[in-house]
């Protein structure tokens, strides 16, 4: 899971005295070994995050929560927070107004329409002013639209920039009783800073009167109002993803459960079951499973008792036909023998027929009983040390006259000294033995080559060949029952297509191997590899499976594929 | 159709198990009750009251000027200058936009101020396309000088303008009128929106009584006025105070800067300060920025370095640590009143009781308008006719004799004053003439080396307990008695008693004078020449003059006032005459009530 660290920078070479270069690295030396151990710090956790959220569907369920949650409560939030904006606003805006026409009736009483005389203005402005009360709640701009000079008369430090010029049009092209507001920013001469504001305008005869409010309160409270919405937003998701947290810990442990005990099934386990408690769903879920596991022990059950009786069967079969066969065998040695006797010549080579058949028949026999050995699993293993260069030798005497008859030569390396193993005769025989008529058979009359070798451990024998050689994948499918190379073969020499099937069940059950080799056009080598003392574990053979100075790449695959 | 019921139904059930369902009943009770709803009912709840502001934190109007047009022929242009030379923002950016050359042009935060009638008549003159003189005519009703002090002096003027077309095609003015200088103009409104009176404190020669020196400050913007207030002070009186007061900074002392938080300033200066004496410095800041409401406490420092005043406490220092003085000098609540008794005795005057208790019991009815020496040892009045200065020895029970007698048949005696050194102050007047006459404590009694005021007939004459300032009464060109406020200068024989100015023209005549404090003068007077005598209360700085008291007071003759005490009247009707006080003087609205027979009340320090 997580990454090998990376190698522990070397200590700073603190002792030794740096020169005026190094200084600096010197110094900035803690600095980057702080910030590898940050990064690998972060890397951990981001990985054992991800590494958490894959393997955990509660953590999945409270980020989701969380996330969806939390873009839910900011969306609400937001409109809240538009809302109770166009409401404050709008509570302003009216109060505004009805202070406007307040201003815009006392200005009329106290300028009169017709008199346009400045001081009149500006101490109207002063009147409008002084009705703001100490806490100042808004500033006053009048403007005299016949006055040439003078722009109008603003109120303390506000600065007649502060009336947006949209408003002044918005006024000027309208008529007397015209009312308008706008939002802008209301600047002040001297350091004070601007800040928004509403202002309403309105305009009687020729006057204009500007109201500024300053909405600092507003701000103030809409702030207060955001900072409470955003706490609650909080405390809410993270309600919400506590309640996730719950809820998917309620579902997540009983499918925690019902994953251990398919785990256990799967292991073999079949008494296994999980404990059912409610009737709720995951109640359901655990009935289901328990049901599905006691299907599955009985259909098991079932096919066990199965292939045990067609083993039986095929050990049953076989044996009874022993018995016919030896008085069937008995009379065609009888007919065989006088086959010269029959006028019909016909006659004759029918009880030669009928000869080699019976042959064949005696030994597919043979394999079947043993092949059935091996499935019932009654074969044992009668071990003794042996030198397996005598062996050999022994099992290629044997085949020495098949061989002469083929046009192959049996080529010997063997080593010097002996090889001892604890082997079953027999069966280390009969295995060579297949191999060796294996490898004439399909030698196409060239060399075949037997090398044997040993090491501490285990012992080696291989057959090499030289004749059509393996198609891919085949290395494996020769070990398979009555597998053929070529099916249109005419099962014509010896070869049950037992054979090797029962050379592999040999070599496992001395807990050796038996691989094959081969490719397209450059013939095939089996190799046997056996450990030295009956029931060791086998870690590796003296002989290459690959002969040398055959194949490239590709074989090497193959016997990645072959070895078990 | 059940089957379709229930699974719904089920779902609920499902979904409203365990802490679901309590987190949705919790949820849901809180939608309930939380409705935000306005309450309709609940406790009371008592609220302090919100400090009142005070005068000069209330707001103000300022003239918003318009930039000169293109199409604006130069008699515009000149009048649009004449409109925005009202506005002081940003250092009269606007005014100068009229200017062919306004980097020529320097006003200043404090310019110097011709102040007209009214807006003034333009005329033009030549008719050059490219170059005419515009002319202004109108009236000056005075002029305020870059320091702040205004003086009044009416007359005609007329100035030109000379007003030029720039190459694009704008008549701008391209030269002021040499007479004015940097000097700007505006009218009476212009002036009183955008100027306000300030009064600025220095030493009176004794080194601890201040004296309020009234100065006129345009108030461009809240922000910096107690910036500019302090740079007032620093750099010293207006030419009217100039010679008779002493400021305890240091020449060459500059402001550094003046910082405001909250309502604690602190005041910078700069090294040169560091030579002053810091308590006589603070002194004078404390009361000169006392008035503003936005300062309630400040700190001094000087370079940067804060310095601890008055000894011993903190460097943040309050205006109540300054108290002491105060132009009124110290203050108690022990006011010693006189008044001459029903049978002519010089009597004290008890203020709880209203009792005349005779002090003298020789020659009654030999002396009016007296006034007792600070030390009580000596009353100095007037004799009935009022030509004769009578002084008595109240130690001794004397008997008044004569100090001098007017020398003009018509002359006369204004009723004599001391001030706190013990000096005593009279004029002898005539009509188209004066003479201030002097004594100093055991000396003989000489005319003072100047008076401002020879040419004129004096009524009253009293010196302001700072002992700096003169409040006289005398009569103008039009005949009228008019308050004027003087100050007194120099020491020694060579005494200037001079620069009178008239405190305020909202009263048509005035009878009689009395300091009330250090900022009022209480007077006897009318608002119109034909309506009664009554008593008003007159501050010296130009604010509004208020009617003192109510009820009928006869025909008031005398007053006298006191800083804390009651003002007391002395009035005259057909039968007797009887000193009047108020039923409650810290009311000014309180009734009168004259029950005491006497007359000329007085108050000693």
């Known amino acids: ?564 | 159709m059940r089957r379709c019921l229930e699974g719904p139904v089920r779902w609920w059930e499902g979904a409203l198990k365990g802490p679901t369902a309590m987190i949705a009943a919790a949820a849901l009770t809180l939608g309930a009750s939380g409705c935000a709803a306005m309450p309709g009912g609940g406790r009371v709840t008592s609220v302090k009251a919100q400090e009142r502001s005070e005068q000069v934190d209330e707001s103000y109007v300022r003239l918003i000027p318009v930039a000169p047009q293109n199409d604006w022929s130069a008699k515009e242009v000149v009048s649009g200058f004449l409109a925005a030379s009202a506005s002081f923002d940003d250092d009269h950016k606007v005014a100068k936009e009229y200017l062919a050359n306004p980097t020529g042009w320097h006003p200043g935060p404090r310019p110097s101020v011709a102040v007209f009638a009214d807006r003034p008549d333009l005329q033009i003159i030549g008719k050059s396309d490219t170059q005419v003189i515009v002319r202004l005519t109108g009236t000056q009703l005075g002029t305020i000088t870059s320091d702040g002090q205004y003086t009044a002096f009416q007359k005609a003027v007329s100035v030109d303008y000379q007003v030029t077309r720039n190459p694009q095609h704008q008549w701008r003015i391209s030269a002021l009128p040499d007479a004015l200088g940097q000097t700007m103009l505006l009218n009476k409104s212009d002036v009183e929106q955008v100027f306000r009176t300030f009064n600025l404190y220095y030493f009176s020669p004794d080194k601890h009584t201040l004296v309020p020196n009234g100065v006129f400050l345009p108030l461009v913007s809240r922000e910096d006025l107690p910036q500019r207030l302090v740079q007032a002070v620093i750099s010293g009186p207006t030419a009217w105070l100039r010679g008779a007061v002493w400021s305890a900074f240091p020449r060459g002392t500059k402001l550094n800067g003046l910082s405001l938080d909250k309502d604690v300033a602190t005041v910078d200066l700069s090294k040169e300060a560091a030579t002053g004496n810091i308590n006589q410095m603070s002194a004078q800041l404390a009361w000169s920025l006392g008035p503003l409401s936005e300062v309630k406490q400040w700190r001094l420092r000087i370079e940067g370095r804060g310095v601890v005043t008055p000894d011993g406490k903190n460097d943040v220092q309050t205006f109540a640590d300054w108290q002491t003085n105060s132009p009124d000098g110290p203050t108690n609540d022990d006011h010693r009143a006189y008044t001459i008794g029903a049978a002519g005795h010089l009597s004290t005057l008890n203020l709880n009781n209203y009792i005349p208790m005779p002090v003298v019991t020789n020659a009654p009815g030999r002396m009016v308008r007296p006034a007792v020496s600070p030390d009580q040892h000596e009353a100095v009045g007037l004799s009935p006719d009022q030509k004769q200065l009578l002084v008595a020895d109240l130690t001794s029970n004397g008997v008044p004799h004569v100090l001098r007698t007017a020398k003009d048949p018509e002359g006369r005696f204004t009723p004599p004053c001391w001030d706190r050194q013990g000096t005593l102050w009279t004029v002898e007047t005539s009509p188209g003439k004066s003479m201030l006459w002097k004594r100093e404590r055991g000396k003989p009694l000489k005319p003072v080396w100047h008076w401002g005021l020879d040419g004129r007939e004096i009524y009253a004459l009293q010196v302001a307990r700072d002992g700096v300032r003169v409040a006289v009464i005398a009569k103008i060109e039009d005949g009228r008695k008019q308050v004027q406020l003087g100050r007194i200068a120099g020491s020694g024989d060579r005494i200037d008693a001079g620069s009178f100015v008239p405190v305020s023209s909202e009263l048509a005549e005035t009878d009689d004078l009395s300091w009330r404090d250090y900022n009022t003068l209480a007077v006897l007077g009318r608002k119109t020449l034909d309506t009664q005598v009554l008593p008003y209360l007159m501050p010296v700085d130009g604010s509004a003059v208020t009617s003192l008291g109510v009820g009928s007071l006869g025909e008031p003759q005398s007053i006298a006032a006191v800083p804390g005490g009651p003002v007391l009247i002395g009035t005259k009707s057909s039968s007797q005459r009887l000193v009047c006080h108020q039923s409650a003087f810290r009311d000014r609205d309180s009734e009168w009530v004259c029950s005491v027979a006497g007359s000329d009340p007085t108050y000693a320090y």
């Open chain 1, 1 to 564: 899971m997580t990454p090998p660290a990376p190698p522990a920078p070397a200590a700073p070479p603190a002792a030794v005295p740096a020169p005026a270069g190094r200084v600096r690295r010197v110094v900035w030396w803690p600095v980057r070994r702080w910030l590898g151990r940050v990064q690998r710090v972060t890397r951990r956790v981001a990985s054992a995050a991800y590494a958490r959220w894959r393997r955990s569907i509660q953590v999945r369920v409270v980020t989701s929560t969380l996330f969806i949650s939390a873009i839910v409560v900011a969306i609400l939030g937001f409109f809240l927070m538009q809302q109770i904006t166009t409401a404050l606003m709008d509570g302003k805006t009216k109060a505004a107004l009805a202070q406007l026409d307040e201003g815009l009736g006392s200005l009329q009483r106290d300028v009169g329409v017709s008199n346009d005389s400045g001081d009149r203005l500006r101490s109207a402005a002063n009147g409008l002013k002084s009705r703001s009360g100490p806490s100042g709640l808004y500033e006053v701009y009048v403007r005299d639209t016949t006055q040439i000079y003078i722009d109008g008369y603003a109120t303390n430090e506000l600065r007649a920039q502060s009336v947006p010029q949209r408003l002044r049009d918005e006024l000027r092209s309208g008529t007397t009783g015209t009312r308008a507001y706008t939002y802008g920013k209301l600047s002040y001469i001297g350091h004070r800073p601007s800040e928004r504001g509403l202002i309403v305008a309105g305009k009687t005869s020729h006057y204009e009167v500007y109201y500024l409010f300053p909405l600092t309160q507003e701000q103030h409270t809409l702030t207060i109002v955001s900072r409470s919405l955003a706490g609650v937003g909080i405390v809410l998701v993270l309600l919400l993803a506590a309640i996730a947290s719950l809820v998917t810990r309620q579902v997540v442990i009983p499918v925690r459960l019902a994953a251990q005990g398919a785990q256990r099934l799967a292991a073999g386990r079949l008494d296994e079951r999980m404990r059912v408690r409610g009737e709720d769903d995951l109640a359901r879920l655990a009935r289901s499973f328990n049901d599905m596991a006691a299907n599955l022990q009985e259909k098991i059950r079932e096919l066990e008792d199965l292939s045990q009786v067609q083993r039986q069967f095929v050990s049953d079969v076989s044996h009874e036909l022993r018995t016919p066969l030896t008085t069937i065998r008995i009379a065609g040695d009888l007919l065989y023998e006088n086959r010269d006797t029959f006028d019909d010549p016909a006659v004759g080579r029918s009880a030669e027929l009928l000869q080699s058949q019976l042959e064949r028949f005696e030994s597919l026999l043979a394999d079947l009983l043993e092949i059935s050995r091996h499935d019932a699993g009654a074969a044992t293993l009668d071990a003794e040390s042996l030198d397996m260069r005598d062996l050999v030798l022994r099992t290629v005497g044997d085949v020495q006259g098949l061989a002469e008859r083929k046009g192959s030569k049996v080529v010997l390396q063997l080593p010097g000294e002996p090889c001892m193993a604890e082997v079953d005769r027999r069966r280390v025989e009969r295995i060579l033995r297949n191999l060796l008529v294996n490898a004439v058979e399909h030698g196409e009359g060239e060399d075949i080559v037997v090398s044997v070798a040993a090491d501490r451990d285990a012992v080696a024998v291989t057959v090499r060949d030289h004749g059509v050689g393996l198609k891919p994948g085949e290395g494996q499918m020769v070990f398979d029952r009555f597998w053929r190379a070529d099916p249109a073969r005419a099962r014509t020499t010896g070869g049950t297509g037992l054979g090797l099937s029962i050379s592999k069940e040999d070599a496992q059950l001395h807990g050796g191997w038996l691989q094959a080799w081969g490719e397209s056009g450059q013939g095939s080598q089996f190799r046997l590899s056996l450990p030295r003392a009956a029931g060791a574990e086998l870690r590796g053979s003296p002989l290459p499976l690959v002969p040398p100075g055959a194949g490239g790449a590709r074989p090497l695959f193959a016997e990645l594929e072959a070895g078990d």
